[in-house]
């Protein structure tokens, strides 16, 4: 990945990974996003570019959200991959689909279909990711474990079902319904 947006694209996904702590720093069991979090007196229906940025506390959705609003930013094609429990990015770079996962600080050379089918060979990249280093601020110990954890069920062929949603679909139609956003056009070509 040469190219200036393919810079881009993995320098923005390494700045995003740095944003939030994953999940909440003490009620563990249930998940905290920028939008429903236990900082928060009530879950907000709607979020400003500023509050995902002053936020402590992210996860997968958040970065698969504020990802994409950098790449459209810079006019990178790209799309937000939906898992049945994960979000994650989809990016056109140098004439081929790259997955980008800055939740975990992961970069996989191949759309998300190849990257599950099981017959492609694809290259993987990590990076790291503040999350992961003890001491920092936004340290989460599960981190390490659902990166391991994410990466192993990739390799035993455990993720197979996901949907394809644009930007601009995704961002303008997120709701509370978390992983679901209602209203949202699914794409199910690469377009």
């Known amino acids: 990945m040469q190219s200036d947006d393919g810079i881009f694209a993995l320098s923005a996904m390494q700045i995003v990974s740095g944003l939030w702590h994953y999940g909440n720093f003490d009620n563990l069991s249930v998940t905290g996003c920028v939008r429903n979090n236990e900082n928060l007196p009530e879950p907000k229906s709607s979020i400003k ?31 937000v991959v939906l898992l049945e429990t994960h979000a994650l990015n989809e990016v056109f770079i140098d004439d081929e689909w790259w997955t980008l996962d800055a939740n975990i600080g992961v970069a996989y050379q191949a759309a998300w279909e190849q990257v599950v089918d099981g017959a492609s060979e694809v290259n993987v990249y990590t990076f ?9 601020r936004i340290y989460s110990a599960p981190l390490n474990n659902i990166r391991t954890s994410f990466v192993a069920q990739l390799a035993a062929g455990l993720m197979f079902k996901f949907d394809r949603y644009l930007p601009t679909d995704w961002i303008s139609n997120y709701n509370n319904d978390g992983f679901f956003p209602s209203g949202t056009r699914k794409i199910t070509a690469v377009e």
């Open 49 to 79: 570019f500023a509050e995902y940025l002053s936020a402590e506390i992210g996860c997968c959705e958040d970065y698969a959200t504020v990802l994409s609003m950098a790449l459209e930013i810079a006019g990178i094609q790209n799309r």
């Open 128 to 136: 790291p990711h503040e999350g992961m280093r003890l001491g920092s």
